[in-house]
């Protein structure tokens, strides 16, 4: 299913299975091709992104903030040295603010209702057209076909999608094409899907 979502036009898969082990996640990364694991963010087991060549590393709320900002600024460049890509996700404004420039793009979430998480939404609305940014935030939480246009209104750099896709596994790559059909309709001169 992971393959038929990069040969849909999927520009980036963030392999996040905290319950899984790491020989579970090694099985995961083996069966995707050696093209497309170059799209792949690792939420887990870092220390297998040279062994499988893949786009970056995301870092976990719970890491980052046991961590100040000098020591976020190293392993920025640690990474970098790497040629990987370096994201994380937040809850707020405020939270995201702390650390901008250091990654390369970050999540705000949720912008909506959470789909894989019933009864999660944002206390806020995420109007970031107020502000600049270094950092390209994207949108999460709750993001479906009928609301992309919203997210993008909101000053989004893109969007990424969970529950939408793969709450029936079934319709997950058609779920997929519906939103990038509309992600494409919105966000014309992005490529954050």
Same mark, same amino acid.
């Given at each position: 299913?992971?393959?038929?979502?990069? %040969?849909?036009?999927?520009?980036?898969?963030?392999?996040?299975?905290? !319950?899984?082990s790491k020989q579970e996640y090694e099985s995961i990364l083996k069966s995707i091709s050696p093209e497309n694991k170059k799209k792949i963010v690792l939420h887990q087991y870092h220390?297998? &992104?040279?062994? %499988?060549?893949?786009?970056?590393?995301?870092? =976990?709320? /719970?890491?980052?903030?046991?961590?100040?900002?000098? *020591?976020?600024?190293?392993? =920025?460049?640690?990474?970098?040295?790497?040629?990987?890509?370096?994201?994380?996700?937040?809850?707020?404004?405020?939270?995201?603010?702390?650390?901008?420039?250091?990654? !390369?793009?970050?999540?705000?979430?949720?912008? @909506?209702?959470?789909?894989?998480?019933?009864? %999660?939404?944002? /206390?806020?609305?995420?109007?970031? #057209?107020? /502000?600049? %940014?270094?950092?390209? +935030?994207?949108?999460?939480?709750? +993001?479906?076909?009928? #609301? +992309? /246009?919203?997210?993008?209104?909101?000053? @989004? !750099?893109? +969007? &990424?999608?969970?529950?939408?896709?793969? *709450?029936?596994? !079934?319709?997950?790559?058609?779920? $997929? *094409? &519906?939103?990038?059909?509309? $992600?494409? *309709?919105?966000?014309?001169?992005?490529?954050?899907?």
């Amino acid at each position: 299913m992971i393959q038929d979502l990069f %040969y849909k036009g999927l520009k980036t898969f963030h392999l996040r299975k905290p !319950d899984s082990s790491k020989q579970e996640y090694e099985s995961i990364l083996k069966s995707i091709s050696p093209e497309n694991k170059k799209k792949i963010v690792l939420h887990q087991y870092h220390e297998l &992104a040279g062994k %499988y060549n893949v786009k970056g590393l995301h870092l =976990k709320e /719970e890491n980052r903030k046991g961590l100040n900002f000098k *020591q976020l600024q190293n392993l =920025k460049k640690e990474i970098k040295k790497k040629n990987l890509t370096f994201s994380t996700s937040f809850h707020s404004i405020e939270e995201l603010k702390k650390t901008d420039g250091l990654f !390369d793009y970050v999540f705000l979430s949720p912008v @909506f209702e959470s789909i894989s998480k019933p009864g %999660y939404n944002s /206390e806020t609305v995420f109007d970031l #057209n107020n /502000e600049t %940014y270094t950092t390209s +935030i994207i949108a999460l939480g709750g +993001i479906q076909t009928n #609301n +992309i /246009e919203k997210v993008k209104e909101l000053g @989004f !750099d893109g +969007i &990424a999608v969970l529950g939408t896709v793969w *709450q029936n596994p !079934d319709k997950a790559v058609n779920q $997929y *094409q &519906a939103i990038q059909d509309q $992600y494409f *309709q919105h966000f014309i001169n992005s490529s954050n899907l």
